[in-house]
């Protein structure tokens, strides 16, 4: 029984089925190991997905590893992220700063599709399979003058039914800052890589991407907004359609301790929204709590009608 589930043609239906779930996590996809563009943090989804212009977060290690070089401190951090259809995904990292070589980072992903029933051609459930995807992370960064730049490393591993493959990808970041300006430049190319073992006989596509952002903390308000793009290597017939996957996101520091963030994601929006009527789709918010050497972080994700999402996240200075 659990040979035929594993034959080309069962094979394609079960990679239909997660790139199905792909898509809604991410709002759309047209590659696999698609988890590795989900908003990993819950600072960056409540600031509306792109994080990569933002400064002293442990997490950068994810979105744009040249951030490392703005920790002052060592850092250990993990989140967890409860999606819809019981997905669930979870981070680790820690980072540190080597004189001689620069921040360096070490992390994984991971996120677990649940269980399935299994059946045969007629129906009848003859036992579950289950599905997941972990991704082990290492980066660096260095800088110079007023450029951070970094690179980090992603072994990738994803296993559905039985049926497993290996890739490795890397991200490449830079990061330009304006300290008298407080005014942050950033660019990277996320998820350059290739499948070493592919889980049928052809192998597929990264989701390769190109991201830029902006960010800016204003001067007579506790605020500081981010800007990004994504997706900006995406193919398409109209310039307008190369800003459409915008996102737009504030922090507000009410005090040393405590952290209001909103957020807009108008590509979540584009695709996930399901009515004409007035909705939430896309909208983000989320609170960051320190106590003494310990930072709480909380996002909700709105998907409108479908439902909302939740993130946690503990990071601690070490």
Do not use: C, W
């Not at 290739?194 to 049928?200: G, K, V």
């Not at 006989?201 to 903390?217: C, D, M, R, V």
């Not at 994504?230 to 301790?257: A, V």
Request: aromatic share 12%; glycine share 10%; net charge positive.
């Amino acid at each position: 029984m659990k040979n035929k589930l594993l034959n080309p043609q069962k094979m394609k239906y079960i990679l239909a089925l997660t790139t199905v779930f792909f898509s809604i996590s991410i709002a759309g996809g047209n590659s696999t190991y698609e988890f590795l563009r989900l908003d990993i943090s819950p600072r960056a989804s409540a600031l509306g997905g792109n994080f990569i212009a933002m400064i002293d977060d442990p997490t950068l290690l994810f979105h744009n590893p040249a951030g490392l070089s703005t920790l002052k401190n060592n850092y250990a951090t993990a989140g967890f992220f409860k999606h819809l259809l019981d997905i669930n995904l979870g981070y680790g990292a820690y980072t540190t700063n080597l004189k001689n070589l620069g921040n360096i980072g070490l992390g994984f992903i991971y996120i677990n599709y649940g269980s399935f029933n299994q059946t045969d051609r007629y129906g009848n459930q003859i036992g579950s399979f289950s599905a997941g995807e972990l991704a082990i992370v290492a980066g660096i960064s260095k800088e110079y003058e007023k450029l951070k730049y970094g690179i980090s490393s992603k072994l990738i591993y994803s296993s559905i039914a039985g049926a497993r493959s290996i890739a490795i990808a890397f991200d490449i970041g830079g990061l330009y800052t304006f300290e008298e300006q407080n005014l942050n430049i950033a660019l990277t190319l996320n998820n350059i890589g290739t499948q070493l073992n592919s889980y049928i006989s052809f192998k597929e596509n990264l989701p390769f991407e190109i991201k830029f952002a902006i960010s800016k903390k204003l001067e007579h308000l506790p605020l500081r907004l981010n800007l990004g793009l994504n997706k900006i290597n995406e193919s398409t017939s109209k310039i307008l359609d190369r800003i459409k996957n915008f996102t737009i996101g504030g922090e507000f520091n009410i005090s040393e301790n405590f952290d209001i963030r909103f957020g807009y994601n108008n590509e979540k929006r584009q695709e996930m929204k399901i009515t004409p009527t007035l909705d939430l789709t896309g909208f983000s918010s989320g609170i960051g709590i320190k106590v003494q050497n310990y930072r709480f972080d909380y996002s909700l994700i709105s998907l409108g009608r479908i439902g909302v999402l939740h993130q946690i996240s503990l990071t601690v200075k070490i």
